[in-house]
């Protein structure tokens, strides 16, 4: 086993790969985990929130932090509320408080299980990864480690290609919702404004701030104008687990052939969501299977409808925005963003969509199209440092670091033996690397993987095409 462990990031992926770590750790084990600065190591970005009226889109049965204990989360929030029910999506911040807690349990296990944790309250600069280990630089400091894990979760945001530095200056463009919804206030409120994106995160923005300012108004767009699919009141499951329908892919794997698939297994079910979810244990070895061009054209042709589908909103936050539509205060529009400038102190967007161009004017425009997993161009300092330097090889769609299923990161098509990815980095290997039920148990397979008595000889990485 690795004597010596680096976890790089300190939101959720980094705490579940902690947890798993010290609770299976049978002989001496250090631990150094560089939080990156954050003053709730656990919560990251995706449950730093503290509004009521952020959910989680994951059913709270389903979002304990273990492989081996997936009703933690469940049992947590219902010591608060014993009314509780698995099948409810909870708040945000509930599970941010849960994995705080956690961490906590965490550290002061390690204690007792022979696991020595340095915590290191800052990021790391950056790292130089070799065949028998793994330099990390932190300011003048350089530790030398058995192994490294990048649990880093989403990189900076950047405005996208088109927007006038100008609007980012004086604030009319905003690319970080969260820190505008922390400081909204009614009397700051403008009266008209631009979303752009219409995925999850543009409905937690616009619930919020349609409570905080109830007399603006929001457009919202994005390249098909749809709103995300609900999950229905009560969960489904699906008749059988998807094995036939599952073969049929592995035996075709092209994304028309798999789009008549599933439209024929859709036919003969009640409900499209039961297949949608049978898929999610076998989507990464079906998407690992996919060659390079069937990748290009699910991305250019078929991602929106499946991210619509698979990543669904809470039935009563779908309600909501149903609700703001019929009011008045939401429209929305077709249209891909392909410029914004400052006009008559309003913002300007330019949309095109089938060729022709339309303009949309605003008070404020706020851009939420989700997570950012493209390190070709990244601002984050040590993903930049390790795709300058060779280190790692972005994945060619923009979905992290080309990495084996496994999540060893790759460099020229060759895995590094003791430099690993959880959690976003593995987007590109598995396509479903970013809900808490596939971190979970990417962080239960690496774990036993860095405390293995005897490490398994290396495989090339198999790239598509």
Request: net charge positive.
């Amino acid at each position: 086993m690795f004597r010596r462990v680096a976890i790089i990031g300190g939101g959720a992926a980094a705490v579940a790969l902690l947890s798993e770590l010290v609770e299976r750790a049978s002989a001496p084990l250090h631990l150094d985990w560089y939080t990156g600065g954050a003053v709730q190591p656990g919560r990251g970005v995706a449950y730093g929130t503290e509004s009521p009226r952020h959910l989680l889109n994951v059913r709270a049965a389903s979002m304990g932090k273990l492989a081996g204990s997936p009703r933690s989360f469940l049992d947590f929030a219902q010591r608060t509320d014993a009314g509780t029910a698995g099948t409810d999506f909870l708040p945000r911040r509930l599970y941010g408080q849960y994995l705080e807690g956690e961490a906590a349990h965490a550290l002061a296990r390690s204690r007792h299980r022979g696991v020595d944790v340095r915590v290191v309250p800052f990021a790391a600069d950056a790292m130089v990864p070799e065949a028998d280990g793994v330099t990390i630089v932190q300011g003048e400091r350089a530790t030398r480690v058995d192994a490294a894990v990048l649990a880093i979760g989403a990189l900076p945001v950047r405005p996208l290609a088109g927007v006038d530095p100008a609007l980012l200056a004086d604030g009319r463009y905003v690319i970080d919702p969260w820190t505008l919804l922390a400081r909204a206030a009614p009397d700051s409120a403008p009266r008209e404004v631009a979303v752009v994106g219409l995925g999850l995160t543009a409905m937690d923005v616009m619930l919020e701030l349609a409570a905080q300012w109830p007399n603006a108004r929001f457009v919202a767009f994005s390249r098909h104008g749809h709103l995300p699919e609900a999950h229905l009141p009560l969960a489904t499951v699906p008749e059988d687990d998807g094995g036939a329908l599952v073969e049929a892919m592995r035996d075709a794997p092209e994304v028309s052939r798999w789009l008549r698939l599933l439209r024929e297994a859709i036919a003969a079910t009640e409900d499209w969501r039961v297949v949608i979810d049978s898929l999610r244990p076998n989507t990464p070895s079906l998407w690992h299977a996919l060659p390079a061009a069937e990748r290009a054209r699910f991305m250019r042709h078929a991602r929106w409808a499946w991210e619509r589908a698979r990543h669904r909103l809470p039935p009563q936050a779908h309600q909501q925005v149903q609700a703001l539509e019929r009011e008045g205060r939401l429209r929305r529009v077709c249209g891909r963003l392909v410029g914004a400038r400052p006009e008559q102190g309003r913002v300007r967007l330019e949309l095109r969509r089938a060729g022709a161009c339309t303009w949309l004017a605003a008070d404020l425009a706020i851009q939420t199209i989700g997570l950012d997993t493209d390190v070709r161009s990244t601002a984050h300092p040590l993903m930049r440092q390790l795709v300058t330097n060779g280190h790692v090889t972005p994945d060619p769609f923009g979905l992290g670091c080309q990495a084996t299923l496994e999540g060893q990161l790759c460099h020229d098509g060759k895995p590094w033996p003791r430099l690993f990815g959880i959690g976003s980095l593995l987007r590109g290997a598995r396509w479903e690397s970013t809900a808490m039920p596939e971190i979970r148990l990417q962080a239960r397979l690496l774990a036993a993987r860095l405390l293995s008595p005897a490490q398994v000889p290396q495989r090339p990485v198999t790239q598509p095409g």
